[in-house]
């Protein structure tokens, strides 16, 4: 579990730069002379640059690590979350502001895919969607914590947003020093022909049992460690690709960063004052924290897929409702006429996504590819979970502008109902199996149609018995 979170505060870090623009969006609007509807997108670009960056740290993080080890990666990426905060801490002109949004958005998109895929490979089967959705918690935390600090600091006046992006650089220093004590990935090391060290690795977690994992895994290592991009076209992996493409789009394009990334915005559009808004967004992150813990008490007990379609739900009839609140306010703009049920409606959507596609997406496209392939997998799909997330929180602006909050968030709604007809028809599940059992499985796309194994046949590496027909 120790290794685990320190892993996953590479996700802390993530949340927290992901979100602590949201407090500061209104003092850099005045700062840099963004203000009124002809500035919108130059406000979305400041917003969703940090994607744009993610997009390149998701495509080079995947090849960093099969080359360079996936601990490596992660004390790379520390380093540049320190370096990106202090920049924007001390940017002077809107071009400064974009280069150290865009860095930190290079160690966003490597954390992101880096950590867990970390975890998944040095987690036993039976706890391992727990601990990899730690990462979730973490990136959920860094969140919370992002609108405590906003709040605190808002007391500062206009320079209070040098303050609210600097802040970071301490627990990045942290970070980077905590991932001095952690072990390198057992697969990594096996896959290079490191057997000893691969060996001292899985003691730090299984201890008396390492060297019986070690011989179970051990067959199932890739010759040569490095994946290609060519090797995801292999019929094999077509399955996994498309539910990991699926579970990644509608992750992003349901709204959530565009929600957590302009909350104080949206809770005062509601009718509140700003700093009201600050407030709520400290009872928004809390309920996040929340109910991703819950998340972590079931993924292991009830499964990935039913958290999915419950979460989804919630989100759905949470989305349309704010939609709704907003419509019976009037003409776009003008304040809501149940601001309450705005915020109620903010709450349970954030809510539900911590119980379900927040963390479920990561556990899953962790675990459904192979060894070989899961790093460039990886890449390809966090590089398309940015991409919807930068073109979502680019236009969320302009969408307010033009379309009022009323027609946005109908559009997110309606996208939640198609999630939930997509993890109905075609979403697997993966509790309790071996990541060699699901890679397997997966292959032949078998893996949806069974019941999960028992943990001791798990254990022992032997197939699970077939589950009733479909």
């Known amino acids: 579990m120790r290794i685990a979170l320190v892993a996953a505060l590479g996700g802390f870090l993530l949340g927290f730069d992901a979100t602590v623009i949201s407090g500061a969006v209104p003092f850099i ?23 744009w960056g993610a997009m390149a740290g998701n495509l080079v993080a995947g090849p960093l690590a099969d080359r360079l080890g996936r601990r490596t990666v992660l004390r790379l990426t520390a380093a540049v979350f320190f370096a990106s905060s202090l920049l924007a801490a001390d940017a002077h002109t809107f071009l400064v502001l974009i280069l150290a949004r865009v860095l930190g958005g290079l160690a966003v998109g490597a954390a992101i895919l880096v950590a867990p895929m970390y975890v998944t490979e040095i987690a036993p089967a039976d706890r391992r969607g727990r601990l990899v959705a730690t990462n979730q918690l973490m990136i959920v935390l860094g969140i919370c914590a992002s609108f405590f600090s906003n709040d605190l600091l808002l007391a500062l006046g206009a320079g209070a947003w040098r303050a609210m992006l600097g802040v970071e650089a301490i627990p990045a220093l942290v970070f980077l020093a905590l991932l001095l004590t952690v072990p390198e990935s057992p697969r990594w090391l096996l896959a290079r022909g490191r057997r000893h060290p691969a ?23 890739p010759a040569e460690p490095l994946g290609s991009w060519r090797m995801l076209l292999a019929a094999r992996l077509r399955f996994a690709l498309i539910f990991a493409a699926g579970l990644a789009f509608f992750q992003q394009a349901t709204g959530i960063n565009a929600v957590l990334y302009y909350l104080p ?38 499964g990935r897929k039913p958290l999915l379609l419950a979460g989804g739900t919630g989100m759905a009839v949470a989305l349309l409702t704010i939609a709704w609140a907003f419509r019976v306010g009037g003409a776009a703009g003008a304040p809501v006429a149940h601001p309450a049920l705005v915020l109620a409606g903010i709450v349970t959507f954030v809510a539900s996504f911590a119980v379900s596609f927040g963390p479920v997406t990561w556990v899953m496209v962790a675990e459904i590819f192979p060894d070989r392939e899961r790093a460039v997998a990886l890449s390809a799909v966090c590089f398309w979970n940015s991409l919807i997330s930068a073109g979502v929180t680019l236009m969320f602006t302009w969408e307010l502008a033009h379309w009022g909050a009323a027609g946005t968030f109908l559009g997110y709604g309606l996208l939640a109902v198609a999630a939930l007809a997509f993890i109905a028809a075609v979403g697997p599940e993966t509790r309790g199996r071996t990541l060699e059992e699901i890679s397997q499985r997966l292959s032949g796309r078998g893996l949806r149609h069974r019941a999960p194994a028992p943990a001791a046949d798990l254990e022992a590496g032997q197939p699970a018995a077939p589950g009733p027909p479909a």
Not at 35 to 49: D, F, I, K, P, Y
């Open 29 to 51: 609007r005045a700062y840099f002379g963004l203000e009124g509807a002809a500035h919108s997108l130059l406000v979305g670009w400041t917003v969703s640059c940090l994607d």
């Open 199 to 221: 060996l001292a690795a899985l003691r730090a977690v299984h201890g008396d049992a390492a060297a019986g994992e070690l011989e179970r895994i051990a067959p199932a290592a």
């Open 265 to 302: 915005t949206i809770l005062a559009r509601a009718g509140g004052g700003l700093a009201n808004a600050f407030r709520q967004s400290v009872l928004v992150g809390l309920i996040n924290v929340g109910m991703t813990l819950v998340a972590m008490s079931l993924i292991d007990r009830i």
